[in-house]
């Protein structure tokens, strides 16, 4: 919403409330003049109607005294006539000569003279507006002019006309009335009007800065909200879009950042296995000639109980280095998957098994779920199972004696693909909500005796089956872990 020109930032609601006072004072200005004229005239043509019929009335009633040429009775009547409104009385002869006059000042030379023109028929009439000097005042008014027929026979004679002046002072003051009354009405028309454009623009305008707040957080690359739009209109409809737009980038997002993540983690194994190869190589011959000495040492007779002791505690030791480079050998090597048709129940089922004896220890208590109707899976069993030992071995490890691990088992569908999804939780430590990327790294640990490669170890098992593997969040104190697993994994 700028003026490129002159730089000038007006928004889009000034803009438009601007654009719509105009048209409104355009339109009501234009409906004001129109009425008021109107208005105008018509009270005008009325006091013109009432003016005659004045004039009419008078010619009546001295219709005896004209034709008897009777002008003080004339004279009389009409004096009697005069009022506030009728400001005077003239009657020509039909030489349109003064007749007869009341109400008139001296010097109102331009009234005493007959308007009507020459060819005189029943049904004319002349009028103008004029000022009129009253007592010293000026007074406007409307006068009139009718012809008179009297006397004759059969038809009445031309006899002359009469003439009065009617004061426009009350007329005005209604004028003046209407044309007030006009102002408030447009008045209140403009403000509704403008009231009404306000929210309407509101209407158009506030969903608009919605939207752009919206596109400026997601330039600045947080796709985290959306655009609260429940309207069916064409706002509506672009809040959609670009809501929809939203999720879209993020979805692209999030598959981008684990696309990276994921090539990291590959170029880490590489590494890290051809470090393993080398040290494997390197400390196995070495070791294994100290454990051969060890032991035939062990087997003199002629040594004491302390010295037997150390030679124990070297051979644990020995045992330790050995169990390491095996898991770290295992870790590194990448094999293919010996895929086969399994239930994912059985898998489960030989895992607690391996882990029976430690469960008792620990007087563990295990809660199950699992549909009797699940599909069964085409996956690696031997290293699915690795999966859940790893996950399980972790959660003996974190809960305290008598503690609770819960297995649930479920069908879900994803982009529509099925998948099993297996939720391993427990009540122990749990872990900090900012390691819940961390404990996937190799070597990642808390535990002093760790190798911290048993998670990073179950997802590159879980990603080789298509699946995932990650944190979520649960009730109450511990850990939940959840694995999705496509029921089909293509080779
Ligand atoms: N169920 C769990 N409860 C609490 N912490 C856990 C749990 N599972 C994993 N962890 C954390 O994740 C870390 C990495 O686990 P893992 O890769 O199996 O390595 P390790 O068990 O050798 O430490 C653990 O050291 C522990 O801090
Ligand atoms: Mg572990």
């Not at 994921?262 to 400390?283: F, N, V, W, Y």
């Not at 454990?291 to 004491?304: A, F, M, R, Y």
């Not at 691990?405 to 994803?414: N, P, T």
């Not at 390691?435 to 808390?446: A, G, H, V």
């Amino acid at each position: 919403m700028r003026f490129a020109q002159a730089g000038l930032k007006i928004s889009l609601y000034t803009r438009f409330m601007f654009a719509i006072t105009f048209i409104l004072i355009f339109i009501v200005g234009s409906i004001l003049l129109l009425v008021e004229r109107r208005e105008v005239r018509t009270i005008f043509e009325q006091s013109k109607v009432r003016g005659i019929l004045k004039a009419q009335n008078i010619a009546d009633l001295n219709l005896e005294g004209l034709k008897f040429w009777d002008s003080t009775g004339i004279q009389t009547n009409i004096d009697r006539e005069l009022n506030d409104q009728l400001i005077y009385v003239v009657i020509f002869d039909r030489f349109r000569q003064l007749y007869v006059s009341a109400g008139l000042a001296g010097d109102a030379e331009d009234i005493k003279v007959s308007r009507l023109p020459v060819r005189v028929t029943e049904n004319l009439s002349v009028d103008r507006r004029l000022d009129f000097t009253l007592n010293g005042r000026s007074v406007p008014l409307i006068e009139i002019e009718i012809p008179v027929f009297a006397g004759g026979s059969p038809e009445p004679d031309y006899w002359g006309s009469v003439k009065v002046g009617l004061s426009l002072e009350e007329i005005y003051s209604e004028i003046r009335r209407t044309r007030w009354m006009l102002i408030l009405i447009g008045c209140s028309g403009f403000l509704l009007g403008l009231v009404g454009a306000g929210l309407l623009a509101r209407r158009i305008t506030g969903p608009m800065k919605t939207l752009v707040e919206g596109t400026r957080r997601i330039s600045r690359g947080d796709f985290s909200q959306t655009i609260p739009l429940r309207s069916r209109d064409e706002i509506g409809g672009l809040a959609r879009s670009f809501n929809e737009m939203t999720r879209d980038l993020l979805e692209t997002r999030q598959r981008m950042e684990d696309a990276n993540r994921k090539l990291i983690q590959a170029e880490k194994l590489a590494s890290i296995g051809r470090i393993s190869a080398t040290i494997a190589h390197e400390i196995r011959n070495p070791l294994t000639s100290v454990k051969l000495n060890i032991q035939k040492l062990l087997e003199n007779e002629s040594l004491g109980e302390e010295e037997k002791e150390h030679l124990d505690i070297s051979q644990e030791g020995i045992g330790l280095i050995e169990k390491f480079i095996k898991e770290l050998l295992n870790f590194t090597r990448v094999s293919d998957l010996n895929l086969e048709r399994f239930s994912i129940q059985q898998i489960i089922d030989e895992s607690l098994k391996i882990l029976r004896n430690i469960f008792q220890q620990k007087r563990i208590v295990l809660e199950r779920s699992c549909p009797s109707d699940l599909p069964a899976v085409v996956v690696d069993g031997d290293k699915l199972r690795q999966v859940f030992l790893n996950i399980l071995r972790n959660s003996v490890e974190a809960v305290d004696e008598g503690g609770k691990i819960a297995l649930a088992v479920s069908l879900a569908k994803e982009n529509s693909v099925k998948k099993i999804r297996i939720r391993i939780s427990d009540n122990g430590c749990g872990i900090a909500e900012k390691d819940w990327e961390n404990i996937f790294e190799p070597f990642f640990t808390t535990k002093p005796s760790g190798f911290g490669l048993g998670l990073s170890n179950a997802r590159k098992i879980v990603e080789q089956h298509m699946g995932s593997i990650k944190v979520v969040k649960k009730k109450g104190k511990g850990t939940a872990f959840e694995i999705r697993i496509p029921c089909e994994v293509e080779p």
